[in-house]
Nanobody, 118 residues
Framework: QVQLVESGGGLVQAGGSLRLSCEAS????????MGWFRRAPGKEREFVGD????????YYANSVKGRFTISRDSAKNTMYLQMNSLKPEDTAVYYC???????????WGQGTQVTVSS
């Protein structure tokens, strides 16, 4: 069974940086995409960005474009989310997810808290 485990969350001041990791265990060769989502207090879950497993093409939400970067290390079965120029509105629980078809994420991690103080 495939599992995803996020790490790297924490408390950071506005303007700072954090890097989240999502380590996958189990069979990942059939995945099409991995992505990051977030849920802020009192808000719906929001798509942050994703990366296609085959060609590493990335897509980002407008709210994070230019500040966040998704990458992956196939040898480590790990996906990363580099977050720069963080804003208080980036405060949320961040989840990684994976799917076998475009836009469909059916495996989820447990989430990691990111808090940005002003």
């Amino acid at each position: 069974q495939v599992q995803l485990v996020e790490s790297g969350g924490g408390l950071v001041q506005a303007g700072g940086s954090l890097r989240l990791s999502c380590e996958a265990s189990g069979r990942t060769s059939s995945w099409f995409t991995m992505g990051w989502f977030r849920r802020a207090p009192g808000k719906e879950r929001e798509f942050v960005g994703d990366i296609r497993w085959s060609d590493r093409r990335t897509y980002y939400a407008n709210s994070v474009k230019g500040r966040f970067t998704i990458s992956r290390d196939s040898a480590k079965n790990t996906m990363y989310l580099q977050m720069n120029s963080l804003k208080p509105e980036d405060t949320a629980v961040y989840y990684c997810a994976a799917g076998m078809t475009a836009g469909n994420f059916d495996t989820w991690g447990q989430g990691t808290q990111v808090t940005v103080s002003s």
